[in-house]
């Protein structure tokens, strides 16, 4: 589990194809303090497995389920991605709960300067909209991040100046996809009030 608090942005490194997929080789540093094989990792949201580490990188493995459902396989040598470690019971819970379970994959429709921060506006599937509420959390490519207003099948959310230079939000813009993991809680809720 994870709480959309980004650590550092990696930068793909290495990618090659496997039969089961895809496999990268992130460059990265404060990520790596105390990492191991077979822990998860958050890469723009999705959660995956360290298949091995040193300390400049990690490699991961991207099985053809991940590539469908996510932005990753979209991604080129050079690309800087969102890293955040699990989540350890010791932590505060800074942003909210995610599970790096990616469940679609929205468009940045357009990205207005707010100040020294931005308004963005993202499109996705419709049928994700009911999880999105006003003042709601949401996951944009790992990123916790507060719903201001819902229409449609479009959600607007405010960016502050931290988030726009520690994140990949900062350098995505007008047409860029972002993987999206809507709040655990309101997919709970209904799935009890359907039983």
């Known amino acids: ?17 496997t039969s089961t997929g895809k496999q990268f080789m992130i460059s990265a540093r404060k990520v790596l303090d105390g990492l191991t094989t077979g822990e998860s990792i958050s890469v723009n ?11 400049k990188s990690l490699c991961l493995d991207l099985v053809h389920e991940t590539l469908d459902k996510s932005n990753l396989g979209g991604l080129k040598i050079g690309a800087q991605m969102n890293l955040e ?15 790096g ?6 468009v940045i429709l357009e990205k207005e300067k707010d100040g020294e921060g931005a308004i963005i506006t993202v499109s996705l599937d419709k049928k994700w909209m009911k999880y999105c509420v006003p003042k709601g959390s949401i996951a944009l490519d790992g990123i916790s991040l507060t719903i201001a207003s819902t229409s449609e099948n479009i959600i607007k959310v405010a960016l502050i100046p ?11 813009d007008k047409s860029a996809t972002l993987n ?10 209904e799935s009890l009030l359907h039983r």
Do not use: P
């Open 1 to 17: 589990m994870f709480t959309g608090i980004i650590e550092e942005l990696g930068t793909l490194r290495e990618e090659n194809t």
């Open 180 to 189: 999206i993991e809507t709040d655990i809680i309101g997919k709970y809720i």
């Open 45 to 55: 949201g999705v959660c995956l497995t360290v298949v091995h580490c040193d300390k």
């Open 101 to 106: 379970h990616v469940e679609t994959v929205g």
């Open 85 to 99: 470690r699990a989540l350890k019971l010791s932590t505060r819970l800074g942003g909210h709960i995610l599970q």
């Open 162 to 172: 931290h988030t726009l230079e520690q994140t990949t939000l900062g350098i995505k």
